[in-house]
């Protein structure tokens, strides 16, 4: 027997008030808007207060998604977070979340996948539904990156930015396709590629981690840009083929926003016209797990996601990762 459909019921985000503009960071870097915005695409970013953590992003996004789908957050049956940027090491970022909206008693938990973590949370969550473990779960993308860059490393500082994403997901009425499925995948041969190296059991927090700058994001951009330009175009190949449809069915691709040369590749690739592809990198940047839900919300809002419509999202990033989601919207 077929697992029950399960649909997106609702959506919401949530941005940080403050934008830093490329000539903001020019100040202080050895940089310029015209590096930043022709080697990525990038025109500004939001950064959040210094008291501001990822699950209060979050959890501002949740309560605009809950408002959306009419549900207090008692009838939630599973909060999952994903991030790069949690609140702390331990507890889960999701139990932080749990308690900004009030949702005593609600299983919540954190899913760890970098920045396509968002769509293995969207693909845990699905199976939770499906299962008929959970028949309201609650997913977010929640990140503060700021905090994991090195303000004095312009191969990274320029790329990144922090907001918040979230859908809740519930059964399909009879005959909804809702969330159709999944590609993912991970490259272990590239775990060095992106990292933040110390802090963990590995590399635990020490002065000289401290001193040697080891708690900070470290990516080698040249290798993960190969990789992304590599993976998305065939993970979101594969997710097409496996369900049975084609490019030309796509209504609107949404791609993680980490460059506009990796999205502009991947769409070469599949052939698709910039009308069908959503892209918002230029005003906020990088914003990990963040970027999928926020693009979504605003591609709903600008009217380019109508119900029935669609919808793409391909995700890559530390793991080597990535995954695809295909979903009716
Ligand atoms: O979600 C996480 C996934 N992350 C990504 O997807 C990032 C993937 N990588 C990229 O997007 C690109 O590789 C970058 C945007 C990070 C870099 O673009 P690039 O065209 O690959 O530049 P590059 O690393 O080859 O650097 C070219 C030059 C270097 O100088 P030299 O060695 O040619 O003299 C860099 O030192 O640009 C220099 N550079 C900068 N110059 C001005 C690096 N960062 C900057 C900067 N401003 N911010």
């Known amino acids: 027997?077929?697992?029950?459909?399960?649909?997106?019921?609702?959506?919401?985000?949530?941005?940080?008030?403050?934008?830093?503009?490329?000539?903001?960071?020019?100040?202080?870097?050895?940089?310029?808007?015209?590096?930043?915005?022709?080697?990525?695409?990038?025109?500004?970013?939001?950064?959040?207060?210094?008291?501001?953590?990822?699950?209060?992003?979050?959890?501002?996004?949740?309560?605009?998604?809950?408002?959306?789908?009419?549900?207090?957050?008692?009838?939630?049956?599973?909060?999952?977070?994903?991030?790069?940027?949690?609140?702390?090491?331990?507890?889960?970022?999701?139990?932080?979340?749990?308690?900004?909206?009030?949702?005593?008693?609600?299983?919540?938990?954190?899913?760890?996948?970098?920045?396509?973590?968002?769509?293995?949370?969207l693909a845990a969550g699905r199976a939770f539904v499906a299962a008929g473990q959970a028949t309201r779960v609650l997913v977010v993308g929640a990140e503060v990156v700021s905090r994991m860059i090195d303000w004095s490393d312009r191969s990274t500082a320029v790329l990144f930015g922090d907001g918040a994403g979230a859908l809740v997901l519930g059964p399909a009425a009879a005959g909804e396709e809702g969330i159709i499925g999944f590609d993912l995948g991970n490259e272990p041969s590239g775990t060095e590629l992106l990292k933040l190296p110390a802090g963990g059991s590995r590399l635990p927090a020490r002065p000289e981690t401290v001193a040697g700058r080891q708690h900070y994001l470290k990516m080698n951009g040249r290798e993960v840009f190969r990789f992304a330009t590599r993976v998305v175009a065939a993970s979101a190949q594969r997710v097409l083929a496996k369900y049975d449809y084609d490019?030309?069915?796509?209504?609107?691709?949404?791609?993680?926003?980490?460059?506009?040369?990796?999205?502009?590749?991947?769409?070469?690739?599949l052939g698709l016209p910039p009308e069908r592809i959503f892209t918002n990198l230029d005003r906020y940047g990088n914003t990990s797990c963040a970027s999928i839900p926020i693009c979504l919300d605003e591609a709903a809002a600008a009217g380019r996601l109508e119900r029935g419509s669609l919808v793409l999202m391909t995700g890559f990033g530390a793991g080597l990762s990535w995954g695809s989601c295909l979903a009716r919207w």
């Open 1 to 121: 027997m077929a697992a029950p459909a399960v649909k997106i019921l609702s959506w919401g985000t949530h941005v940080p008030e403050r934008v830093v503009t490329n000539d903001e960071l020019s100040l202080s870097l050895d940089t310029s808007d015209e590096w930043i915005s022709s080697r990525s695409g990038i025109r500004e970013r939001r950064i959040a207060d210094d008291g501001e953590a990822a699950s209060d992003l979050g959890a501002a996004a949740a309560k605009k998604a809950l408002d959306a789908a009419g549900l207090g957050p008692a009838q939630l049956d599973l909060i999952i977070v994903a991030s790069l940027s949690h609140d702390a090491p331990f507890p889960a970022t999701a139990s932080y979340l749990a308690g900004r909206i009030g949702a005593d008693g609600v299983p919540a938990f954190d899913v760890s996948a970098a920045c396509t973590g968002f769509i293995y949370a």
């Open 247 to 269: 490019v030309s069915d796509v209504d609107l691709f949404v791609p993680h926003q980490a460059n506009i040369r990796i999205i502009d590749a991947a769409a070469r690739k």
